[in-house]
């Protein structure tokens, strides 16, 4: 790959065209995976699994914990054998196997698409990060705004693929969800590899189809259109200046090559090392597949398995102390195959860099110190963040109100029968004398999956006055505000580059570790806002949709504090020969993050699990959530205060030259 001496000079807003290249191969990979993840936990609630929180909650974070995981590997076998874009590659197949995989409903099918999304993520996630910083001279000064540029097209699509993913799967049913993830990772894919008028050809053909999709998916609801049509404008933009960039030469032939290709021709027995990489690769989807179901793959029992006694979990659970029943949590959750897997890699990994570190000069070991304490930090931050896709998911669905209702039941209404479109309004009233769930709401969606447009008859009586009445495309899925983290960025990622590049100039951009402190007091302001919007919930328990946007728009401003310019301290701070395996590091810590979160999860589980689960009404879950969101911002406040704190001493030790 091009090395510091020798970065990419053919620019395009003064970045090296080789970024728009990859900013839109890792739009499409992001897509895939969000547009997965936007309904993951929803496919395990309300699709033909039919988990409870806990099991699902277990499910979603040993998943999502290995999908991070695998990175400190895949990042591994780039710099030492494989380099960088082989790897992009064959982790783009694998994961493009998994989505596909996902279309077919049965336990099996299910952890194995899993298995691929892990191992394929390992090989993807790390490489064409390293690629990016590989782009730029050392000491660039428009390296920090290059890889928010690149993260913008992280969350370009991620901010597509709930409203098109999560919209379709929540609406015509799951496997047409996960077939557009599909899509969506072999369109990146091919924009890696295929030659240049392919190239453009496939990035304007793909945005102008989605952006037609976009526009003809909520015509009927102004506030979904007006978001479509600004995700839709971004992508049209960005596809533009990537078309214009490849005319211009593209990603460097070089970039991403192995280190010695000789290495990758040596044989092991009857084979190469390279095939050797590609089939171990293949022996460990089974194991993944285990390690995320817990193991209950191929027994009887399909609860969450843990190696440690349920007899001593049972007896921490019940006790009248808060600590011990948090300790149980904890134990239950760690002393699982996953978590146990997760901690040996860890202790490798730190042994590993540990060992190197040692084997630097003095201003190369200080460097990585800083780098590895603020992937701490990151760590703490991502295991708050991430309850995005769990606890706060459900939380959207349960307990935040996102129906735009024509009209109210008033006191005339009572005694009569209304045809009605049943949503979200309905659920924690009573249809007669029959108390309607959001299960029964469910239930009746999954019956009616090809007529989204049936009615139902509703008994209104005394306690149903006030409750309101729309149609069902008045209703904006759960799923869909995944999407608002990531519109967040394309707004707010242009405005904070910007600012970077403006103080850079004058000599005052806050120092790495200071951006790293700012980031988690903004997580913190994010959680008091889902907190205070619990606490001040209507009767029903319903929260304003308002409180849920402020605490994404809080969550985005803080991550683009933290993540790109994480992304861009490793490749700055790291040695050269390490950069790879540090950025799998990196995402290792993200692995952790993403178990924590969801340990942390477990305390605002309300449903059972059994056959058919029982999801309590707004009013007994609201504040359920809202008492765990308001412990996640002390503590975030509590790391925040911290990392200020440390901010003199990581600046000395990063030895910066301005």
């Known amino acids: 790959m091009p090395e510091s001496g020798h970065p990419q000079k053919e620019t395009l807003f003064g970045h090296p065209v080789g970024l728009f290249t990859l900013f839109f191969a890792e739009m499409w990979e992001r897509f895939s995976y969000y547009g997965m993840r936007a309904l993951l936990l929803f496919y395990m609630l309300k699709g033909f699994l039919h988990y409870g929180d806990q099991r699902a909650y277990g499910v979603y974070g040993s998943y999502t914990a290995l999908v991070y995981m695998t990175p400190f590997f895949g990042g591994l076998l780039a710099d030492r054998l494989l380099g960088q874009r082989r790897a992009v590659i064959v982790g783009g197949l694998l994961m493009a196997a998994g989505h596909l995989l996902m279309t077919v409903q049965t336990d099996t099918a299910f952890f194995f698409a899993l298995a691929l999304l892990i191992t394929g993520n390992g090989f993807f996630k790390p490489n064409i990060s390293t690629i990016v910083g590989s782009l730029y001279p050392e000491d660039s000064k428009l390296r920090d705004g290059g890889f928010t540029l690149f993260y ?60 037609v999709a976009l526009i003809l998916l909520r015509p009927d609801n102004p506030l979904s259109f007006g978001v479509n049509l600004l995700v839709a404008a971004a992508l049209l933009a960005a596809a533009t200046a990537s078309a214009v960039a490849l005319g211009r030469g593209g990603l460097p032939k070089d970039a991403g090559a192995p280190p010695d290709a000789s290495l990758l021709r040596r044989r092991l027995g009857p084979i190469n090392r390279e095939w050797a990489v590609y089939l171990g690769a293949l022996a460990s989807l089974p194991i993944f597949a285990l390690l995320v179901s817990g193991f209950a793959l191929f027994t009887r029992d399909h609860g969450p398995v843990t190696l440690l006694s349920h007899d001593i979990v049972a007896a921490l659970e019940h006790s009248k102390s808060g600590l011990l029943h948090v300790l149980a949590v904890v134990a239950a959750q760690v ?205 029903r328990g319903m929260v304003g949709v308002l409180w849920l946007l402020l605490a994404y728009l809080l969550h985005t401003t803080g991550e683009l504090c933290l993540s790109p310019v994480g992304l861009s301290m490793i490749t700055k701070l790291t040695p050269k020969v390490l950069v790879s395996t ?54 975030s406040m509590v790391g925040s205060a911290v990392c200020f704190a440390l901010v003199p001493w990581l600046r000395r030790f990063m030895h910066e030259t301005r």
């Open 152 to 211: 913008m097209g992280v969350n370009l699509g991620a901010a597509l693929s709930p409203l098109l993913c999560g919209y379709v799967g929540e609406t015509y049913g799951w496997h047409y969800g996960f077939g557009l993830a599909t899509i969506g990772m072999l369109s990146g894919l091919m924009t890696f590899v295929v030659p240049t008028r392919v190239a453009q050809t496939l990035i304007l053909g793909c945005a102008v189809t989605a952006t």
């Open 335 to 539: 002393s699982k195959p996953a978590g146990l897997v997760l901690t040996v890699t860890g202790g490798f990994s730190l042994a590993y860099l540990g060992r190197q570190l040692f084997a630097l000069d003095r201003v190369a070991r200080e460097r990585l110190v800083v780098v590895l304490v603020l992937t701490f930090f990151s760590m703490l931050f991502w295991a708050f963040f991430e309850q995005a896709g769990s606890s706060i998911n459900n939380f959207t669905d349960r307990n935040v109100d996102r129906v735009m209702e024509h009209r109210h039941v008033t006191p005339a209404d009572v005694g009569s029968t209304l045809e009605l479109s049943p949503t979200q309004e309905q659920v924690g009233y009573d249809n007669g004398a029959r108390l309607f769930t959001l299960m029964d709401l469910d239930r009746l969606r999954a019956a009616h999956e090809k007529d989204p447009g049936f009615r139902m008859r509703w008994t209104v009586t005394a306690r149903d006055v006030g409750m309101g009445i729309a149609e069902r495309g008045d209703e904006v899925p759960a799923s869909v505000f995944q999407a608002a983290n990531a519109g967040f960025i394309l707004v707010f990622g242009l405005v904070l580059t910007a600012l970077w590049g403006a103080l850079g100039r004058r000599g005052l951009e806050p120092s790495t570790p200071t951006k790293f402190a700012l980031g988690l007091a903004q997580l913190s302001l994010g959680f008091v806002a889902l907190w205070y919007g619990a606490h001040t919930a209507t009767e």
């Open 582 to 635: 540090v950025m799998g590091t990196w995402f290792l810590a993200s692995a952790f993050a993403e178990y924590l979160a969801a340990i942390i999860s477990q305390f605002t589980g309300v449903s059972d699990g059994a056959s058919e689960p029982r999801v309590p009404i707004p009013h007994e879950t609201v504040l359920v959530y809202g008492d765990v969101f308001g412990k996640i911002a002390l503590a």
